[in-house]
């Protein structure tokens, strides 16, 4: 079977760094995708890892590591405006198909 | 912007009256999905459409249909709504086939069965 697996809330405090894990198991994985999705609007691609290491994008950076099925998503900087939901989601080219974690909420705070 | 319209953004229905909601694009993308997200289940996938006439399903098809007869319309019914049909529908496509290739969501139709 295929799952994805990531917290539900996390709270972090303006200008700070924070941390978001996600876990997954799937065969035939073919990348991994972050989204950033804020109250009542849609998701926004953010960052995309098909090999093992970090991927740096200013404030944001992803980690990959396909061995232990582990991902993480690393924001510098917080911002107020960072307070959203942040999705995981595995890519598996057997139907050009992804497959989303329930994604945490991140809350940023003064 | 990729280019994707989501009709209508907002409806309110009652529960076993038929529903059908549209995506457009206008760039020609060969890919395109549709999803539902509800609190605690993130975004599932319901149907998806490879070209013109080709679909298939999703991980949460039951109760749901869909069409694609022209590239830049993805419609999407439900054939007698009910209340677990509430829910907040997002369309995306994906610009090309390959792992490299991000989906791009459209703006979602909240949807409210009474």
């Known amino acids: 079977g295929q799952n994805i697996d990531q917290p539900t809330e996390m709270t972090a405090t303006e200008g700070a760094i924070v941390q978001i894990n996600c876990t997954y198991q799937?065969?035939?994985?073919?990348?991994l995708f972050w989204y950033q999705q804020h109250a009542g609007e849609a998701p926004t691609f953010l960052s995309y890892n098909v090999l093992d290491g970090l991927e740096e994008k200013g404030r944001f950076s992803s980690f990959l590591s396909r061995s232990k099925g582990y991902s993480y998503l690393l924001l510098k900087e917080l911002q107020m405006k960072d307070s959203a939901s942040y999705l995981c989601?595995?890519?598996?080219?057997?139907?050009?198909?992804?497959?989303f974690g329930g994604g945490t909420r991140l809350m940023v705070k003064p | 912007d990729a280019g994707i319209t989501q009709s209508p953004r907002h409806k309110v229905t009652e529960t076993g009256t038929p529903v059908t909601l549209r995506c457009h694009q206008t760039?020609?993308?060969?890919?395109m999905y549709w999803y539902r997200q509800d609190p605690g289940h993130g975004l599932r996938l319901i149907h998806y459409s490879y070209g013109v006439k080709d679909t298939d399903k999703g991980e949460v098809s039951d109760g749901y249909s869909v069409s694609r007869s022209k590239t830049e319309d993805f419609l999407l019914t439900l054939e007698s709504a009910t209340s677990s049909q509430t829910s907040v529908y997002f369309c995306?496509?994906?610009?090309?086939?390959?792992?490299?290739?991000?989906?791009?969501f459209g703006p979602g139709t909240r949807l409210l069965v009474l």
């Open positions: 760039e020609n993308h060969r890919y």
């Open positions: 995306a496509i994906m610009p090309a086939e390959g792992a490299r290739e991000t989906q791009y």
């Open positions: 989601a595995f890519y598996n080219n057997a139907g050009n198909m992804l497959t």
């Open positions: 799937t065969s035939g994985f073919n990348g």
